[in-house]
Protein backbone atom coordinates (compact mmCIF):
# COMPACT_ATOMS: atom_id res chain seq x y z
CA UNK A 1 0.00 0.00 0.00
CA UNK A 2 2.54 2.71 1.81
CA UNK A 3 5.04 1.55 -2.27
CA UNK A 4 1.94 2.75 -4.25
CA UNK A 5 1.12 5.83 -2.62
CA UNK A 6 4.98 6.25 -3.03
CA UNK A 7 5.04 5.51 -6.94
CA UNK A 8 1.75 8.47 -7.40
CA UNK A 9 3.07 11.07 -5.02
CA UNK A 10 6.41 10.73 -7.10
CA UNK A 11 4.56 10.90 -9.92
CA UNK A 12 2.93 14.20 -9.25
CA UNK A 13 5.81 15.53 -7.92
CA UNK A 14 7.74 14.79 -11.36
CA UNK A 15 4.85 16.32 -13.27
CA UNK A 16 4.11 19.53 -11.86
CA UNK A 17 8.00 20.43 -11.46
CA UNK A 18 8.01 20.30 -15.33
CA UNK A 19 6.83 23.84 -15.83
CA UNK A 20 9.09 25.34 -12.35
CA UNK A 21 12.01 24.59 -14.75
CA UNK A 22 10.49 26.07 -17.86
CA UNK A 23 11.89 29.26 -19.64
CA UNK A 24 9.65 30.39 -21.16
CA UNK A 25 7.56 30.90 -18.28
CA UNK A 26 10.04 33.17 -16.61
CA UNK A 27 10.41 35.10 -19.40
CA UNK A 28 6.46 35.53 -20.07
CA UNK A 29 6.52 36.97 -16.53
CA UNK A 30 9.09 39.24 -17.24
CA UNK A 31 6.84 40.96 -19.91
CA UNK A 32 3.42 40.71 -18.53
CA UNK A 33 2.50 43.87 -16.03
CA UNK A 34 1.09 43.38 -12.76
CA UNK A 35 -1.94 43.45 -10.78
CA UNK A 36 -0.54 44.46 -7.44
CA UNK A 37 -3.80 45.23 -5.45
CA UNK A 38 -5.22 42.05 -4.32
CA UNK A 39 -8.95 43.91 -4.85
CA UNK A 40 -8.03 43.31 -8.23
CA UNK A 41 -7.75 40.04 -8.10
CA UNK A 42 -10.79 37.45 -8.55
CA UNK A 43 -12.30 34.81 -6.82
CA UNK A 44 -12.94 31.34 -8.81
CA UNK A 45 -14.35 28.22 -7.77
CA UNK A 46 -12.91 25.46 -8.68
CA UNK A 47 -15.59 22.83 -9.23
CA UNK A 48 -14.09 19.82 -10.11
CA UNK A 49 -11.90 20.16 -6.60
CA UNK A 50 -14.76 21.94 -4.19
CA UNK A 51 -12.56 24.49 -3.62
CA UNK A 52 -12.12 28.17 -3.83
CA UNK A 53 -9.58 30.64 -4.31
CA UNK A 54 -8.74 34.10 -5.39
CA UNK A 55 -6.56 34.66 -8.40
CA UNK A 56 -4.32 37.75 -10.43
CA UNK A 57 -7.09 37.45 -13.03
CA UNK A 58 -8.55 34.46 -14.88
CA UNK A 59 -6.90 31.36 -14.77
CA UNK A 60 -6.63 28.86 -17.35
CA UNK A 61 -7.79 25.15 -16.82
CA UNK A 62 -5.51 22.06 -17.50
CA UNK A 63 -7.17 18.45 -16.79
CA UNK A 64 -5.74 15.23 -17.49
CA UNK A 65 -5.58 11.52 -16.64
CA UNK A 66 -3.08 9.08 -15.61
CA UNK A 67 -3.50 5.54 -15.77
CA UNK A 68 -1.34 3.88 -12.97
CA UNK A 69 -1.61 0.13 -14.86
CA UNK A 70 0.34 -1.35 -11.99
CA UNK A 71 -1.64 0.35 -8.98
CA UNK A 72 -4.95 -0.24 -10.99
CA UNK A 73 -7.38 2.91 -11.52
CA UNK A 74 -6.56 6.28 -12.40
CA UNK A 75 -5.57 9.75 -10.86
CA UNK A 76 -7.66 12.85 -12.32
CA UNK A 77 -5.07 16.45 -11.91
CA UNK A 78 -6.50 19.43 -12.52
CA UNK A 79 -4.77 22.17 -12.72
CA UNK A 80 -5.74 25.77 -12.67
CA UNK A 81 -2.65 28.15 -13.55
CA UNK A 82 -2.48 32.28 -13.18
CA UNK A 83 -1.21 34.46 -16.50
CA UNK A 84 1.89 35.30 -15.35
CA UNK A 85 2.73 38.68 -14.08
CA UNK A 86 5.90 39.97 -12.72
CA UNK A 87 5.20 38.73 -9.25
CA UNK A 88 5.00 35.32 -10.47
CA UNK A 89 2.51 32.48 -11.33
CA UNK A 90 -0.23 31.62 -8.69
CA UNK A 91 -1.63 27.48 -9.09
CA UNK A 92 -3.86 25.47 -7.87
CA UNK A 93 -3.31 21.63 -8.45
CA UNK A 94 -5.97 19.09 -7.71
CA UNK A 95 -5.32 15.50 -8.10
CA UNK A 96 -8.24 12.89 -7.13
CA UNK A 97 -6.60 9.40 -6.20
CA UNK A 98 -7.81 6.08 -6.38
CA UNK A 99 -9.97 4.93 -3.69
CA UNK A 100 -7.03 3.03 -2.33
CA UNK A 101 -5.23 6.43 -1.57
CA UNK A 102 -6.74 7.34 1.98
CA UNK A 103 -5.87 10.80 4.28
CA UNK A 104 -4.46 8.30 7.01
CA UNK A 105 -1.58 8.35 4.60
CA UNK A 106 -1.50 12.37 4.64
CA UNK A 107 1.89 12.80 6.24
CA UNK A 108 3.70 10.04 4.05
CA UNK A 109 1.79 11.33 0.99
CA UNK A 110 3.11 14.94 1.53
CA UNK A 111 6.71 13.66 2.74
CA UNK A 112 7.18 12.18 -0.44
CA UNK A 113 5.97 14.81 -2.62
CA UNK A 114 8.39 17.10 -1.09
CA UNK A 115 10.95 14.73 -1.60
CA UNK A 116 10.26 14.33 -5.33
CA UNK A 117 10.13 17.68 -5.38
CA UNK A 118 13.93 18.32 -4.12
CA UNK A 119 15.04 14.80 -5.64
CA UNK A 120 13.93 15.83 -9.25
CA UNK A 121 16.74 18.99 -9.72
CA UNK A 122 20.28 19.11 -7.68
CA UNK A 123 19.85 22.85 -7.87
CA UNK A 124 16.47 22.27 -5.89
CA UNK A 125 17.29 23.62 -2.60
CA UNK A 126 14.76 23.55 0.29
CA UNK A 127 14.45 26.95 2.31
CA UNK A 128 11.45 25.39 5.02
CA UNK A 129 9.27 23.20 5.32
CA UNK A 130 6.37 22.71 7.94
CA UNK A 131 3.60 20.04 8.95
CA UNK A 132 1.01 22.07 10.02
CA UNK A 133 -2.84 21.74 10.36
CA UNK A 134 -5.51 23.20 7.86
CA UNK A 135 -9.09 22.97 9.14
CA UNK A 136 -8.35 19.65 10.96
CA UNK A 137 -6.43 18.00 7.50
CA UNK A 138 -2.19 17.52 7.38
CA UNK A 139 -0.90 19.58 5.11
CA UNK A 140 2.88 20.74 4.50
CA UNK A 141 4.15 24.63 3.79
CA UNK A 142 6.97 24.26 1.67
CA UNK A 143 9.53 26.84 0.63
CA UNK A 144 12.01 26.01 -2.66
CA UNK A 145 14.63 27.86 -4.39
CA UNK A 146 16.12 26.87 -7.70
CA UNK A 147 18.39 29.40 -9.06
CA UNK A 148 16.85 32.42 -10.05
CA UNK A 149 13.39 31.34 -8.91
CA UNK A 150 11.60 30.56 -5.99
CA UNK A 151 8.23 27.80 -5.70
CA UNK A 152 6.42 28.58 -2.24
CA UNK A 153 3.13 26.38 -1.39
CA UNK A 154 1.15 24.21 0.65
CA UNK A 155 0.25 20.67 -0.13
CA UNK A 156 -2.83 19.23 1.42
CA UNK A 157 -4.61 15.66 1.41
CA UNK A 158 -8.02 15.08 2.38
CA UNK A 159 -9.67 11.70 1.35
CA UNK A 160 -8.13 10.95 -1.59
CA UNK A 161 -7.46 14.09 -2.96
CA UNK A 162 -4.03 15.96 -3.06
CA UNK A 163 -3.81 19.94 -3.30
CA UNK A 164 -1.12 21.86 -4.40
CA UNK A 165 -1.75 25.98 -3.81
CA UNK A 166 1.36 27.22 -4.79
CA UNK A 167 3.66 30.34 -6.53
CA UNK A 168 6.44 30.51 -8.64
CA UNK A 169 8.25 33.77 -9.20
CA UNK A 170 11.54 35.13 -10.19
CA UNK A 171 13.57 35.62 -6.76
CA UNK A 172 13.43 39.20 -7.23
CA UNK A 173 10.03 39.81 -8.27
CA UNK A 174 9.07 37.61 -4.66
CA UNK A 175 5.89 39.04 -3.19
CA UNK A 176 5.00 37.67 0.42
CA UNK A 177 2.08 39.67 1.00
CA UNK A 178 0.63 38.64 -2.62
CA UNK A 179 1.45 34.96 -1.72
CA UNK A 180 0.10 35.64 1.87
CA UNK A 181 -2.79 36.64 0.09
CA UNK A 182 -3.50 33.79 -2.24
CA UNK A 183 -3.04 30.90 0.50
CA UNK A 184 -5.41 32.79 2.67
CA UNK A 185 -7.93 32.79 -0.12
CA UNK A 186 -8.02 29.28 -0.32
CA UNK A 187 -11.30 27.50 0.77
CA UNK A 188 -12.52 23.78 0.51
CA UNK A 189 -16.34 23.71 -0.47
CA UNK A 190 -18.50 20.94 -0.26
CA UNK A 191 -15.76 18.33 1.20
CA UNK A 192 -17.90 15.01 2.37
Known sequence: MKEKLFKC??????????????SPIITAIQK??????????Q???????????????TPDHVSEQ???????GTIQYDAYFSQPTKEGIFMVMVAKYPDFVTEELAQLSLEGFLNGL?????????????????????????FIHTQQTYFKGRAMM???????????????AYNENSYNFFISSFKLT???
Not at 33 to 38: F, K, N, R, Y
Not at 66 to 72: A, D, N, T, V, W
Not at 123 to 129: D, E
Not at 158 to 172: P, Q, R
Open 32 to 41: TPSPLATNQW
Open 190 to 192: NIK
Open 66 to 72: MILPEEG
Open 158 to 172: IKNSFYLIAMECEVK
Open 43 to 57: SFNCKEGNCSVSFPG
Open 118 to 142: LNQNPTHRLIFADLILVNGHKALDF
Open 9 to 22: VIALGCLLLSPLAA
